[in-house]
């Protein structure tokens, strides 16, 4: 079974502070997301990355970046942390050909004050 | 604008009782749906999916349902236990073999002992 860890469960920053949510598979997978999760919204997308060094922009990348080093590595960068981007955000790895999909993380439940 | 819908925020049912959850969609493109279950403090886990070539999809006490003409799923589980206390997800993707889903906002669903 693929397995993704989010390194922190929980973490409390400071408005403008740089924040960095790290997340590891080990299945080497090619595809993995981002998401975040808020009540009433839903899970939303906010960068995925299909490669190594490779990117793409989900449907609320503002206010966020990410960097993809090694295949087993997707970081989530708040570049400069608000209080909106208080949130439960997801790390996930992707399976082609499966009936499952997605494997989430257990999520970083981050506050920003 | 919201591709797929979950227009119940919240459900609660009775030990025992059959527990349905809804969701709705907008794409007649759509022809893979899933369904995932979270708790709280947990990532998302994979609960059922179905293709739109079928109409029901069964594992143990949980049954998909899709009404393609309608663009419209649900969930039903029976008999509904404590432990199924969770928030559900549904995910709907336009193109099989790929990993571009629409998640749905969630449904709380809250089952009574």
């Known amino acids: 079974d693929v397995k993704v860890t989010q390194s922190s469960r929980y973490l409390v920053k400071r408005t403008g502070e740089k924040v960095f949510l790290e997340c590891v598979q080990d299945?080497?997978?090619?595809?993995m997301f981002w998401y975040r999760q808020d009540p009433g919204l839903g899970l939303r997308l906010i960068y995925f990355s299909y490669d190594v060094k490779m990117k793409e922009k989900g449907d609320i990348p503002e206010g966020y970046s990410v960097s993809r080093e090694k295949k087993e590595r997707f970081s989530l960068i708040l570049e400069s942390a608000s209080t909106n981007q208080t949130s439960m955000y997801l790390c996930?790895?992707?399976?082609?050909?499966?009936?499952?999909?997605?494997?989430f993380g257990s999520g970083t439940r981050l506050t920003v004050v | 604008d919201q591709q797929v819908k979950q227009n119940s925020p919240s459900l609660s049912v009775q030990e025992g009782r059959i527990s349905i959850l809804n969701c709705d969609y907008t794409n007649s493109m759509f022809d893979y749906f899933l369904w995932y279950k979270k708790y709280p403090a947990e990532g998302p886990t994979f609960l059922i999916s179905?293709?739109?070539?079928?109409d029901k999809n069964e594992d143990g006490r949980f049954t998909v349902f899709l009404n393609k003409s309608a663009k419209h799923l649900s969930l039903h589980i029976v008999p509904s236990q404590p432990g199924d206390s969770a928030v559900y997800f549904c995910a709907a993707s336009a193109a099989s073999g790929t990993y571009k889903y629409i998640f749905g906002t969630g449904t709380r669903l809250k089952v009574l002992a």
């Open positions: 996930a790895t992707f399976t082609l050909g499966t009936a499952y999909g997605y494997t």
């Open positions: 179905i293709s739109s070539i079928k």
């Open positions: 299945m080497d997978h090619e595809n």
